[in-house]
Every structure is written in C-alpha cells, then in structure tokens.
C-alpha cells in the first residue's frame, strides 16, 4: 500500500456534484494506467478506493500472491509513478519523464479516455494537482504528435474529391479515416485528375503518418492510377514443371475489400480461392499463387475439391503444347 494514499477530486462549480460516469471514467483509466506503469497483472496493482467527504481517497496495492524482485515494481513505488506521471502532465512535462515515445503514446492514449472532455468542464485532480479542460484538449492533440513517425511510401485508395489547378493541388478522401488527405501534382497529370474527379482512384507516393502511423497527407505523388474492377480471367497458371491450363477460363470479378477500401479482393468459394492484395497485378499473382498450391497438394487433404479441379484444368509439362 501507499504509505499517503492519493486523493482524487472533481471540480466544476462550488457544490457541483461530478457524474456517475465521469467518476467511473477516471477510476477506470487510472486503473489501467497503474497496471501499464507496473507492467503487472491487475490483482498486483489493484486500486482501491473510499469515498471521503473532499473526493476519493486511493491505495495502488491488492493481494500480492508472489513476490515480486524487480526493482520499482512494488505497488507503493507504482502508485509514486503514477502521482509522478500525472504531475509531468499537468506541467507539460511528459516528454522528459517517458523519452520512449511509443510508451508514451500509450500512457497519452490512458490520459486522453480518462479525463472530462473539454465540453464538459469538469477539472480533475489528483493529490492537489489539477488538469483543466485545456490542459485536457492539449493532451489529446499530444496524442497525434506523440510518435515522431518518418514518411512512408504508400498505396492509397479513396475517392478523388476534387483538384485545384490554381494551386497545383488535390484531395482524396481515405476511407479507414473517413479524413481528406491532401498533395501535390505534376502538371502533367492535370487532365487526367480532371477526368477522374469523383471516382475512386489509387495513389503511389510518399505520405506523412500520424502517431497511429495512419496517413495524414501526400508529400509526393508518385503515380495515379484508376481503380480497375474489370473481370479477370485466368487460362494458365505457372508451376514449377510447367503449368496448368485452365478449360474453361476461370473468370472473377474483383472488389476493394469492405473494411478498409484499400485493397483488391476476389473470391470463388466452390473452388476454395480467395485472394487479397494491394493492386489489380498483385491479385492476379495472388491467386495463380492460390491456384497452384491447390492443385499439387495432396488429393487426400480435400478429396471433393481436388475433383472439382480435376474437373476444370489439366496439368503441361514445359515441353507439352496446349
């Protein structure tokens, strides 16, 4: 136990009382923050609470069934943490207290579900020391920034919401984010932008990421290329002996993949094919890929697909003529 539990107290206006569920927010995300800032089980770092005229008074403690030899991994120590923690936040200190930017980003994540949103303009405390409303909006934006992630070449998918030629510039709508994303053009690529404005349209380039390594803008735009859901029909597949001739041609129509919008997707569940990947080429190659590896593994392993193979292809060797 804490040798001087903590104490946790609301502030609104004199007399205010603080939501049920703001309460149970704050106990919820500090919880989490003692088990991720002792990097222990729950029941280690349990955290206890008792309801006092001026707020909650805390315990980071529990039932110890082990004995626990690291160093600084005591519950009191965590609970220490834990007050240091808050208090490098409230001053804006946080980047010197966790120089590890990921952990830091998850001690922000823990910080930004835990504290009233600003609109609610509750401040909450701990031992003494405030976050206000702005503190709290401060926090969260922290959290975009909190990694320091280097741009990243991409595939981008989404729709072409429209081009100013004025400034040389598009934007594209990316589904995961439902966010805009913005760049630069080459003249070159002006008309064609022009013919595909509100279409659904792929783009190669370098992309700033955010602390979620999401994409947040195009620093440079490679390639545009127009999103192709046209069949595919496949006749011959490669082998390592050779390759395997489709009668008659298989054809399959593609689709971007429901969840994310970002990759191609085709599927023919009587012949066991589904294949995903992040271009058109890319799913071709993906299921001749597919294709092979059913056609030589075993008959035994799916006695009622391989006839269903059996049926529709037949094997060349590499020096066998259709």
Known sequence: MLATPLRLTFRRTPG????????????????????????????????TC????????LHVGGPQLALGLDLGSTPAEVGQRLLRIWCAAAEGGLAAALPDADFRAEVLAELKRLLPRPSEGWTVALDGVAIDPALARSLAKALDTAKEVAPAVLTITGELLGVDFDHGTFSLRYMPTRK???????????????????????????FSLDGQQRPQACLKALKFRAVELAPLSLVRVPLPGGELLLEPPLVLTPSLDLE???RYEAREDALGLFALAESREGLEAALNEQIARLWLRPAEADPLLSKLWKRRARELSAYQEA
């Open 16 to 47: 205010a009382a603080p939501p049920a569920e703001l309460v149970a927010r704050a106990l919820g995300g500090l919880q989490k923050l003692a088990c991720l800032l002792g990097s222990g089980a729950r029941r280690t770092y349990e955290l």
């Open 180 to 206: 805009t994303l913005t760049g630069r053009y080459q003249p070159e690529a002006e008309v064609w932008l022009l013919k595909h404005r509100r279409k659904t349209i792929q783009v190669d380039g370098e």
């Open 50 to 57: 008792r309801f006092q005229e001026d707020g909650l008074e």
């Open 260 to 262: 994310t919008g970002q």
